[in-house]
């Protein structure tokens, strides 16, 4: 694959965080999560964390010019020079216009868009049954991938938490935000002939060899 742009869509609970860890490492490019670095900024308590902890634990997403903000500085790094994965964003046709207009502006191919699709009740248990470790920030599933004991880490031991916006409540607010503003994209990348789809209803592996095989054939 040449360097490119790779944006991951997909429903919340799809997978994307995943698969766009494991195929970072597998190409050696930069994952880049606004959700991530919204949470980050959360835990450090910043302006922009305080700012969308509330619309985040709602449910809702941040405003436009927030996010494309940090993302454009992210993308402005050095070491996306031989491209980088995009995950949860863009997430509007606004958000999405601005990612357009700036690989245009810096002379980048356009990217290649994959839609990870997820049957409604999958999602459901995968959003409600994910539990993360603090320490290392690996997930674990009640449902489909338990740890060992009950909500503490096999690897080191950190006590699992559940995210505020993975509880019941939030979960539909996501869903509908999905719905209205997210799935339209998909069009929008269809139109232009950009667009790939795998059914993410499959084990990680699976999806993440479907998706490797698209890049070499991309
Ligand atoms: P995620 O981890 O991608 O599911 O993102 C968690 C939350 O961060 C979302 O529910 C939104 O509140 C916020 N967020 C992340 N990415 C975006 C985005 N591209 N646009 C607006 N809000 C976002």
Do not use: W
């Not at 709602?58 to 405003?63: D, R, Y």
């Not at 999958?122 to 991938?145: A, S």
């Not at 935000?177 to 994209?185: I, M, N, S, W």
């Amino acid at each position: 694959m040449r360097a490119r742009a790779l944006i991951f869509l997909g429903a919340p609970g799809a997978g994307k965080g995943t698969q766009a860890r494991e195929i970072s490492t597998r190409l050696g490019i930069p994952h880049i999560s606004t959700g991530d670095m919204l949470r980050d900024a959360v835990q450090k308590q910043t302006a922009l964390g305080l700012a969308a902890k509330a619309l985040m634990d709602a449910g809702e997403l941040v405003t436009d010019d927030v996010v494309c903000g940090i993302a454009a500085a992210r993308i402005a790094q050095a070491d996306t020079a031989n491209g980088f994965i995009l995950d949860g964003f863009p997430r509007t046709l606004r958000q999405a216009e601005f990612v357009d207009g700036l690989l245009l502006e810096n002379g980048r191919s356009a990217p290649l868009v994959v839609n990870i699709e997820v049957d409604p009740e999958v999602l459901f248990k995968r959003l409600t049954g994910r539990r993360t470790c603090p320490l290392g920030g690996h997930i674990y599933n009640v449902y489909f991938n338990p740890p060992k004991n009950d909500e503490i880490c096999d690897l080191d031991g950190g006590k699992l938490f559940q995210r505020a916006d993975d509880r019941a409540e939030a979960i539909g607010q996501r869903l509908r935000a999905y719905g209205q503003l997210t799935k339209p994209l998909v069009d929008h990348y269809r139109k232009r002939l950009l667009l790939k789809v795998v059914d993410g209803n499959r084990l990680p592996e699976a999806i993440t060899g479907e998706i490797c095989r698209l890049l070499e054939d991309a």
